[in-house]
């Protein structure tokens, strides 16, 4: 089996490449000292003015970062004030927006008896599944009534996955421990 | 009427030059040069345009206004512009009028999401309103019928409910109220719509206005998928789409099939669907344990049935019916026949026809199509009641006598919802099809009438009269028979068809309407006493019908029964022989979705029955098209598809294993029924295929006519009335099982003439006993004008006192001695049997 010929036949001559090689300075003397700690003293210089500062540490959990207000956390659904009924009609716009599909909604009709929502339906099931949910508050954009919104939340850790599943009741009731807020400036 | 031959002409739209046929409206034409043109009341299933919304408005060169393109026919040369100026302008501005009164809550709207108005107002409208004025309010929602709701604030008055009211359904009970901005749509004195094909209008509705009731706030078009199958509750098999949110079916849309369904559907095709998710179904198999029905494993089941079926061996019946499909045809007949070595099985009530006459009414050269109904010369409707049997194919027929002219002529014994539109309608006794087919086949030939008209019980000069209006309509002539015809005898209905000369004329031919669901396609696989797959030569020789095998099983001849789906105590005629028949069986295998009365009470083991949207498998419509289902959901609970379930028997048995997935047992269908051979699973996807289509026709042997088999019909006398009994289109468990269809299931009514009733002394809606010899029912009287004077009309498949617990002919009917005795309404009586 005799190899194909290649298309550039062995023009290539290795003496043609020049090859240029630099070399550091040579160790030792006042230069290498200075290269040895000079560097070295001037990243320190930083470091010893923050010391005069005092302790920047926050004490979480004890204590928490206050966030911005446009901060996108956890989900909160809404009811009117005056009434209490909820805001959400269960129009699913919000799942149609969301695009990590981590909303599902299931509709149902108000009764006299019953009347949950302002509209003529509810949701009668309001899930966000919070372990997917990437906050891009598409949710909030969609709603065409306020129902719900990007609260301030971020603890958001649990021990299993099935807990970040919240439920109409969790996103409706107000959250045991508010995130404190930044002031207008800060 | 003929076809109409189309010519193609060429036009112009928006600078693109299209082939279109010559007279097609513009708004469809401009679809085959990809041009969209919007529209709001245009639909071509409604008939002739309306041009009611203005919506299509375009400019077309050389006519000076706007015209509407929904109501103006395409010629050649013609130049359209759908986007100019002009054209553009009045677009916005008919959006912006059609939007002054509808109201904004889409996020409340069922329709939203997949709402033709949201859609022309994005694609066409002007994005803004002038308008500040307060809206029109009504009351909302209101019931326009317990499963449609009315919205009358969104309707966009199109009239596409009414047209469809008026022109379609021809139940003319929709229409508009009130003037100028207070019209709306409703009934003419508020009563309920309750009509067989009510439900068309939901998808009709180009707005929110009109909603289904049952599907209210279920789900919005981005949560749900859409999964296309067949309806099988009745043997019209309807194409559909399932609807299908978290693995269940949610709603039946139509699947716009032309030679099928024509894109419509019935109400119990519509709204049955719900019976696949009640509490009632049956989703894990049971056997009979000291006398009371125990859930248990599908090993202890099949266990069961086999011990029970090996026992009875030879000595086992089998019955199939209901949506079973071919695939569980043949494999139920390998099972009896190869495995068990029983010759008997039957999947029709009715007596056996021979082989011969099964081979002939098969003839391709004889098969009519569901599209010929629409452009035939003449209809003869004979022996059936279409809204009742198959109701799709009612609207077809009424389409063509509406539209095109079709003369449409109507033998039956019971009073047709049909009569109306018929040009000729003639009544003989009931059960005596076959001798009428005989007496009209004697006149077209100028034979001797009489001695079968007789028989028929009809009179001599109405047979000659229908058979003198058969000849002159023309020579395009469809006959759509019910199966009862075929109650032994094949030769009169054969007959009429030589006579007529079907076989030679193209767009002439025979439609048999089955019983069951898959009538047709249960025979061709071989499910026959007297016939193996695809009408040969039966392997065993020939076993018993269905009333011999009531027969034997009684006796104690046969010991073990299996019912593939049907259930012979409530749907088979003689409910007293079905009942000694069950109580004598050793076993009887039932698969069912239902606790019917033969189920609950009699059946040994119990295998959960699919529902037509679990079932994978092929079904073969009455003109021969075969047509495929598919899954949409999965099997809940225990459920077990059942073709796999009818190889496990037979492998456990000791039979061949059988293929390991649906679409291998499809294969061999198609392999061993000779009728089938050459069809491919992937091929059926879609729109199914017609066998006939392919199949090359018979050369029918000049055999010697058959003789003329005549049963005399009974006479009515000493005050006792001949029976007639059928099966109405809410009869069935599917409809009593789904919470939004009970209101129609059925409860025993009598159908009387008045002259009759007043011998008798009943009135309207009196409850009365009817008996004969072999028992007695309670039903309400209902007083119908047309019903002939000497017949009583009953209803079969019911849920109790079905008319099958008598054995007729004779019945005696009189005034029930209750402790009540009240008169009762009857819910939506006028509305169900409007002729």
């Known amino acids: ?186 | 009427m003929p076809r109409p031959h189309q010519n193609l002409i060429t036009f112009s739209v928006d600078g693109r030059e299209v082939q279109a046929p010559e007279n097609m409206m513009l708004a469809d034409a401009a679809k085959l040069g990809d041009v969209e043109i919007p529209v709001f009341c245009y639909e071509p299933k409604l008939g002739h345009p309306v041009g009611a919304c203005r919506m299509c408005l375009v400019e077309i060169e050389g006519i000076p206004k706007l015209q509407t393109a929904c109501s103006t026919a395409v010629k050649d040369g013609m130049v359209v512009h759908t986007q100019s100026e002009r054209a553009r302008v009045a677009q916005q501005a008919v959006v912006e009028f059609l939007l002054i009164n509808h109201p904004l809550d889409c996020p409340v709207c069922d329709k939203g999401g997949e709402c033709p108005l949201q859609d022309i107002t994005f694609g066409w409208g002007g994005g803004k309103s002038r308008f500040i004025e307060p809206k029109r309010h009504f009351r909302k929602p209101l019931e326009l019928s317990p499963l449609i709701a009315i919205d009358r604030e969104r309707c966009i008055l199109c009239y596409r409910c009414v047209r469809y009211s008026q022109e379609v359904a021809e139940d003319y009970q929709l229409v508009l109220l009130e003037r100028g901005e207070n019209t709306f749509v409703g009934t003419f004195d508020g009563h309920p719509y309750v009509a067989p094909f009510s439900g068309n209008i939901i998808e009709l509705c180009p707005v929110g206005a009109l909603t289904s009731r049952p599907y209210r706030f279920r789900a919005r078009p981005w949560d749900i998928e859409g999964s296309g199958s067949l309806c099988t509750l009745c043997p019209a098999q309807c194409n559909v789409t399932f609807t299908v949110r978290d693995d269940r079916v949610l709603r039946v849309l139509a699947r716009d099939h032309h030679e099928v369904d024509d894109g419509w559907l019935c109400d119990k095709g519509r709204f049955a669907y719900q019976a696949v998710h009640v509490d009632e179904r049956i989703t894990a198999p049971m056997i009979r344990d000291g006398g009371e029905l125990r859930t248990v494993s599908w090993e202890r089941a099949l266990a069961e049935a086999t011990s029970g079926l090996r026992r009875a061996g030879a000595k086992t019946a089998a019955l199939a019916g209901g949506g079973a499909t071919n695939e569980e045809g043949l494999l139920l007949g390998r099972l009896l026949r190869d495995v068990l070595g029983s010759p008997h099985l039957d999947s029709r009530s009715g007596g056996a026809v021979s082989l011969a006459d099964w081979r002939a009414l098969s003839d391709p050269a004889l098969a009519a199509t569901v599209s010929d109904l629409e452009f035939a010369n003449a209809v003869l409707v004979l022996d059936c009641e279409p809204v009742d049997d198959a109701p799709i194919l009612e609207l077809r027929i009424r389409k063509g006598v509406r539209r095109n002219g079709v003369a449409l002529l109507l033998a039956s014994a019971r009073p047709s919802a049909l009569d109306p539109s018929a040009t000729e309608t003639l009544r003989f006794a009931p059960g005596r099809g076959a001798e009428l087919a005989w007496a009209l086949a004697a006149a077209l030939q100028d034979g001797a009438v009489d001695a079968p008209a007789a028989a028929a019980g009809a009179s001599a000069e109405e047979v000659r009269k229908l058979a003198r209006a058969l000849r002159e309509a023309g020579e395009e002539i469809v006959i759509l028979y019910g199966e009862q015809l075929l109650d032994g005898d094949a030769g009169g209905l054969l007959a009429l068809a030589d006579a007529l000369g079907i076989a030679e004329i193209e767009g002439a031919g025979l439609i048999g309407i089955p019983e069951a669901a898959n009538g047709r396609g249960l025979r061709e696989a071989g499910v026959l006493p007297n016939g193996g797959p695809g009408f040969s030569a039966p392997p065993l020789g020939d076993g018993l019908d269905a009333a011999a095998i009531a027969a034997k099983l009684g006796d104690g001849e046969l010991s073990a029964l299996y019912l593939l789906g049907v259930d012979p105590l409530r749907s088979f005629p003689d409910a007293g022989a079905w009942e000694q028949a069950l109580e004598h069986a050793t076993t009887v295998i039932a698969h069912a979705a239902f606790l019917t009365p033969g189920v609950r009470e009699h059946a040994t083991v119990i295998f959960p029955a699919e529902s037509s949207a679990e079932k994978e498998g092929t079904v073969t419509h009455p003109d021969g098209r075969v047509q495929r289902l598919r899954p949409a959901i999965g099997h809940p609970g225990d459920v077990r598809a059942e073709w796999r379930t009818l190889s496990e028997l037979a492998r456990l048995l000791g039979g061949a294993a059988g293929p390991a997935t649906a679409a291998g047992v499809s294969a061999e269908l198609f392999a061993s029924v000779g009728l089938y051979n050459g069809l491919e699973l992937e091929e059926l996807a879609g729109h199914g295929v017609r066998w006939p289509a392919r199949a090359p026709a018979v050369a029918r042997s000049g055999e010697a006519a058959a003789k003329p088999k005549l049963r005399r019909a009974a006479q009515a006398k000493g005050g006792r009335l001949l029976l007639g009994s059928y099966r109405s289109i809410w009869a069935g468990p599917e409809v009593e099982a789904s919470p939004a269809l009970r209101f129609l299931a059925p409860r025993q009514r009598v159908e009387l003439s008045p002259r009759d009733a007043a011998k008798l002394g009943v009135l309207h809606g009196e409850e009365v006993l009817v008996s004969d010899d072999q028992g007695e029912l309670r039903a309400t009287v209902v007083l119908r004008d047309s019903t002939p004077s000497g017949t009583a009309f009953l209803e079969r498949d019911l849920a109790r006192d079905g008319a099958n617990r008598l054995r007729g002919p004779l019945v005696e009917v009189r005034t029930a001695p209750s402790g009540n005795g009240d008169v009762e309404t009857l819910l939506g009586e006028e509305e169900l049997t409007h002729a």
């Not at chain 1, 001559?13 to 290498?32: C, F, L, S």
């Not at chain 1, 560097?39 to 928490?64: C, M, W």
């Not at chain 1, 509810?122 to 919104?149: H, K, M, Q, W």
């Open chain 1, 1 to 186: 089996m005799s190899p194909a010929p290649s298309p550039s036949k062995g023009n290539w001559t290795p003496g043609d490449d020049q090859i240029a090689v630099q070399r550091a300075p040579e160790p030792g003397g006042a230069g290498g000292a200075y290269r040895a700690f000079g560097e070295t003293l001037r990243g320190l210089k930083t470091t010893f003015a923050r010391v005069v500062e005092g302790v920047n540490t926050i004490q979480y959990p004890e204590e928490k970062v206050a966030v911005y207000p446009r901060f996108r956390g956890r989900h909160k659904l809404h009811r009117f004030e005056e009434s209490g009924l909820e805001k959400c009609v269960g129009c699913s716009l919000c799942a149609a927006a969301c695009p990590a599909d981590c909303i599902r909604v299931v509709a149902a009709e108000n009764t006299p008896e019953m009347r949950v929502s302002a509209g003529e339906r509810y949701a009668a099931v309001y899930e966000i599944n919070l372990s997917r949910c990437i906050f891009c508050g598409y949710c909030e954009v969609a709603c065409p009534f306020d129902a719900i919104t990007m609260g301030h939340d971020y603890e958001l850790s649990d021990y299993n996955r099935s807990d970040l599943i919240f439920t109409k009741e969790m996103l409706l009731a107000e959250p045991l421990e508010a995130t404190p807020l930044r002031a207008q400036g800060e």
